[in-house]
């Protein structure tokens, strides 16, 4: 009989185990604060995606055969009888605490072997020890003893020398949950963002295979452009923050109920644009003891505001897990919010976030106009204004700035008709109305919505005037080929001949566009789909994914062969962005753009979108592709014929 026993209910293995934890980067976040407990400087997590396997070792104290039975297989147990662990280079608070964390490794693996070498004083090796944890064995075991449980199932132990590790521990994971070989980069960023103490720094690094993770992959440092920071981890974080436009150091004191002091550490930052952003990203994290345990802070608070679109942060807290009770959740994800030290704690971020409001605005506001008067032009204009007018133009071309438009050609435009805007609004001595915007001044609020709907309308105006004289003169070119070259060169970076709303992409976008079109092109085609092709795009626009297929003018093309080949494409890129963004039900369209009607020509238009529907996608030949175009923007100037005095001085000029 093995001297590696386990005790463990049903129940327990199903929620504290396989689903208490949401995400492959939760499950391995809980073994590597193991390791940190354990006073391991070093993490090594290997993924292998040729054999499914995952192993994660650490150069830590290992364990003896006492603390195997005692403390690992002894579900429960309870880390915080030892107030501080000391390591050879300082003491550490140990992160676990509800002892249940090691079995949120059968959340993503069946099959767990543990093998642990402990050293003696002298560095020797002291004690190996190795088991092995079958999920499907422990619940055939739970089903066979389902009235003596206390009878313990008996765990495979692993030779002696089959354990190669010097010293520490080292966990193999087998039998994964499908995909979880495909996680690494997405799990070097969740496991950056989970931690607070990893480094050189802190005697605490951890590698994915190989390569060691850093708060570089943390990936949004270099796109915040405002920092509120405080205490001493704000200050490490403000040297990674290499673009900031501006800063400020702010009071980090909190005073519980009981009247002692504590200090908060850490810091809010804002990102220029809000596609800087990435889903699911606009969070505050809160850390304790070096680790995460509350994803989102900012979800407990009014963020109502419009600056907290923009906001991102990490907040580190000693005393929401210390010595007293236990204020975390079962999976130590988050903190139980009625609890008061967690309720101060908000209190504080609430503050902190109040205050942003406004000195967000008015740096957004100075950085506008500084970037604005970039043109020469603007700058004469700007620098003709008396005070107040100045201060009101800042505020004009602060909001101008939150416009989603990143071609300069564009801004150009939407800046000349600003200005022309605040001309007429100063004569009419409506410029207050540009400090009104408050709940509390409900009507002027709308009022002025109003004017910058208006504003709006004569921009999109002249953009869709400017589009159309272009499609019409196009439209008149009598050579095809000239045509369809034109199409080919042009049509991916202007989508709006697709689709008026389907406006150019922003940098994120285009970093996954990157990704994502190796894969589509590396579709296997027939020789016959391969010389009809031209070229094969990939854009997301408008919460779309975006494929555009351009054939070539003279290629034959048969209906139900476009149809399998669509099919490929809509596969291949479900799958990649499945694995590689996590994002499980993409908004897909296909569009194929072909020299004519699909054959069998007999075919009606009625069949051929039946067929492509289920697929969402869709067929256009140039020529049609043009003629739509057309038809859209006349549609819209039709509708929008009411000019009105911002609109009839910018159509005078």
């Not at 390791?35 to 192993?55: C, L, P, Q, R």
């Not at 992160?95 to 402990?118: C, D, P, T, W």
């Not at 994971?173 to 720094?201: H, Q």
Request: with cysteine; proline share 2%; net charge positive.
């Amino acid at each position: 009989m093995s001297k590696y026993n386990l005790s463990i209910s049903m129940n327990v293995l199903e929620n504290l185990g396989e689903n208490l934890y949401s995400s492959t980067p939760a499950v391995i976040a809980e073994t590597i604060a193991n390791s940190y407990d354990a006073n391991a400087t070093k993490v090594e997590i290997n993924i292998d995606t040729e054999t499914g396997i995952i192993t994660i070792k650490d150069d830590g104290d290992g364990m003896d055969e006492e603390e195997c039975k005692k403390k690992y297989l002894n579900v429960g147990y309870h880390r915080r009888e030892d107030k501080k662990i000391k390591t050879k280079k300082g003491g550490r608070l140990v992160m676990g605490r509800k002892g249940i964390g090691k079995l949120s490794l059968f959340a993503i693996a069946k099959n767990i072997e543990i093998h642990s070498v402990m050293l003696d004083e002298e560095g020797k090796i002291k004690e190996k020890n190795g088991f092995i944890m079958n999920k499907d064995k422990i619940k055939k075991h739970i089903k066979s003893e389902p009235k003596n449980l206390d009878k313990n199932l008996s765990l495979d132990a692993v030779e002696k020398d089959k354990i190669t590790i010097d010293k520490g521990t080292k966990i193999i994971l087998t039998d994964l949950k499908k995909g979880l070989t495909k996680t690494e980069t997405f799990l070097r960023k969740r496991l950056a963002r989970k931690f607070s103490v990893l480094g050189k720094k802190n005697h605490f690094q951890v590698y994915v295979n190989g390569e060691e993770i850093s708060i570089k992959d943390r990936d949004y440092f270099s796109k915040i452009q405002y920092l509120w920071y405080f205490g001493n981890y704000g200050e490490e974080s403000l040297k990674q923050c290499k673009n900031l436009d501006n800063k400020e150091k702010i009071n980090n004191e909190v005073i519980l109920n009981d009247g002692k002091k504590y200090f908060i550490e850490g810091w809010i930052g804002t990102v220029h644009e809000r596609s800087n952003l990435e889903e699911g990203n606009n969070t505050i994290v809160l850390h304790s003891r070096g680790k995460s345990v509350h994803d989102n802070l900012l979800g407990n608070i009014d963020n109502s505001g419009f600056v907290t679109k923009y906001l991102i942060g990490e907040i580190t807290a000693s005393f929401l897990d210390d010595d007293r009770e236990d204020i975390t959740t079962s999976d130590r994800q988050n903190i139980q919010e009625n609890n008061e030290r967690f309720e101060k704690m908000r209190d504080f971020v609430r503050e902190v976030i109040n205050n942003i409001r406004k000195q967000w605005q008015e740096w957004r506001e100075d950085n506008s106009i500084k970037k604005a008067c970039e043109i020469s032009a603007i700058k004469t204009w700007f620098d003709s204004l008396g005070p107040d007018n100045k201060r009101y133009a800042k505020q004009l071309f602060g909001k101008i700035d939150r416009f989603p438009i990143s071609n300069e050609e564009y801004k150009r435009v939407l800046y000349k008709n600003a200005i022309l805007a605040f001309q007429t609004l100063a004569v009419s001595n409506n410029l207050s109305k540009l400090e009104n915007i408050s709940p509390e001044q409900f009507e002027p609020f709308l009022e002025l919505l109003a004017e910058i709907d208006q504003l709006e309308a004569v921009h999109y105006h002249d953009i869709v005037k400017g589009r159309l004289k272009v499609l019409e003169e196009f439209e008149g070119l009598v050579d095809k080929n000239v045509k369809e070259k034109v199409l080919q060169k042009y049509l991916f970076n202007h989508l709006w001949l697709l689709d008026p709303s389907w406006e150019r992409t922003d940098s994120e976008s285009s970093r996954m566009e990157k990704t994502v079109i190796k894969d589509i092109k590396n579709v296997k085609l027939t020789k016959e789909e391969s010389l009809a092709r031209l070229d094969i795009y990939y854009r997301t626009a408008a919460g779309k994914h975006i494929i555009i297929e351009l054939k070539k003018s003279d290629a034959y093309v048969n209906l139900f062969d476009l149809q399998k080949q669509l099919d490929k494409y809509r596969t291949a890129l479900t799958k990649c962005l499945n694995q590689k963004f996590q994002i499980e039900v993409p908004n897909i369209e296909i569009i194929s753009i072909l020299g004519s009607r699909p054959n069998p020509k007999e075919k009606s238009e009625r069949f051929i979108k039946q067929l492509l529907d289920p697929l969402d996608a869709r067929y256009l030949t140039y020529d049609k592709l043009i003629e739509k175009a057309c038809m859209s923007y006349k549609e819209f100037l039709e509708k929008n014929k009411a000019i009105s005095k911002i609109q009839e001085l910018v159509e005078s000029i």
